[in-house]
């Protein structure tokens, strides 16, 4: 090999890289500073001078094809490498002109209009739900789970996140509240399971919408809650609450105006909206090419600096603003593992290529969000400055009452009408 070894030389510093080439030549890059380490071996010769020109994307199509063997270690474990040398790569030559290539067609690969929202849609979510409950908690959350204590187990990190989310929106019994990219409906079933809401949930999804749907029917909550494939844009009616969890990552950083446009003119005057996204705190940039062209076409996750310049044209108030830094990570490990332990079964579903492909996306994006500059944000807005307390202390209490109805379900007590739900919180005490 006569390419990659240079690019090698200059990017590998901290951690410890060996490669084996395809005629069995060994060479060892970095070690000069302490950090991870992996053997891979490059079969296909052509990777040579791929990887070396087009590292980010061609490392991932190496090993998605079998060309790049993880002789030592695992992908994460490449990726680790890869990660703790970040800047250095990023800084080569062939990786900064794809990346201004991209940068220059950045309005292009985000315009998303519906129809072609839709086809990004059906690009990720449609790939039939038994490969999604190999990994996920059981209501099938796809977001980041919220680790208050940092050891709970996923499902108890997703309950938390639910909650979390719930109390935030301020909920009272009668209000209408539209989740936009409900997903399965985990969230929206919780919310009115907990606060007595109306929910509608709408999903780009057929299989999403599907699924959450026989779930409210089985809950015995189909006449509060009700899930329709419809794009947000579509919507004509007011509604007291808006959430949107893990769906702002798929507008585009040119439809944001519009975006938030849309959820001040579906909110009624004292309306309360709550929006959860991937962020980073980096400067505005573009998605990696890896991502963009096999996971989430058309996705990209804003800076809070770009949220925030749309929301202010919007008109609407911002009333909270909170950062979850790596908690995100922590659910994408969980993720991982899990998928690891059924890797067998997603051959099956699938093939060997498809199971590489999203071993390599789980593991780079708890990098990402572990030793990158991904964050998660959340930012409650309103129509009104007062549409919520003036102090965070109505989070926490709520938070408490959620709790308790939590630890009480499945005990027998019908929580689908709960009436007052602190109230009989403290009852239940």
Request: proline content about 3%; hydrophobic content about 40%.
């Amino acid at each position: 090999m006569r390419f990659l070894p240079l690019l090698l030389r200059r990017a590998v510093r901290k951690g410890r890289l060996t490669v084996i080439g395809p005629r069995g030549e060994v060479e060892t890059f970095g070690g000069t500073e302490s950090g991870p380490a992996a053997t891979i071996r490059i079969n296909d010769p052509a990777y040579d001078w791929k990887i070396a020109f087009n590292p980010e994307l061609k490392a991932a199509e190496a090993y998605m094809d079998g060309a790049l063997i993880v002789e030592e270690g695992d992908v994460h474990d490449f990726l680790e490498v890869f990660f703790a040398n970040k800047r250095s790569f990023d800084l080569s030559a062939g990786q900064a002109f794809w990346r201004t290539v991209a940068r220059r067609a950045k309005r292009l690969h985000q315009h998303n209009p519906v129809s072609r929202s839709r086809a990004n849609v059906k690009h990720h979510y449609e790939l039939g739900d038994d490969l999604y409950r190999l990994f996920l908690d059981d209501a099938t959350q796809y977001s980041c789970a919220y680790f208050p204590r940092g050891d709970e187990s996923l499902e108890e990190a997703q309950t938390a996140k639910m909650r979390h989310v719930a109390a935030k929106l301020n909920l009272a019994d009668g209000q209408r509240v539209l989740d936009i990219g409900c997903g399965w409906g985990g969230l929206a079933l919780y919310m009115a399971r907990v606060a007595g809401v109306e929910v509608l949930g709408v999903t780009l999804s057929p299989d999403q919408a599907r699924v959450a749907t026989a779930r409210a029917e089985a809950m015995g909550l189909a006449d509060r809650v009700r899930f329709e494939v419809r794009d947000y844009r579509e919507m004509d009616k007011k509604f007291d609450r808006i959430v949107s969890v893990g769906m702002l990552e798929h507008v585009g950083a040119h439809h944001l105006d519009g975006y938030f446009r849309t959820v001040r003119d579906r909110l009624l005057p004292d309306g309360v909206a709550l929006i959860h996204s991937i962020s980073t705190k980096s400067p505005p940039g573009i998605t990696g090419p890896f991502i963009r062209k096999y996971i989430f076409p058309g996705g990209y996750s804003p800076s809070l600096s770009e949220i925030t310049a749309a929301i202010e044209l919007s008109g609407l108030w911002v009333l909270d603003v909170e950062v979850w830094r790596k908690h995100y990570g922590f659910t994408l490990r969980e993720w991982r593992r899990r998928f690891a332990a059924n890797r067998a079964e997603v051959v099956k579903l699938y093939d060997e290529r498809f199971a590489r492909m999203w071993e390599f996306y789980l593991s780079a994006c708890e990098c990402v969000f572990m030793y990158g500059s991904g964050n998660v944000v959340q930012i409650q807005i309103g129509r009104e400055r007062d549409a919520v307390p003036i102090s965070r202390d109505y989070i926490s209490e709520a938070t408490q009452a959620y709790q308790l109805i939590d630890a009480h379900d499945g005990n027998g007590i019908d929580f689908s009408f709960a009436g007052n739900n602190v109230e009989l919180a403290r009852q239940t005490e």
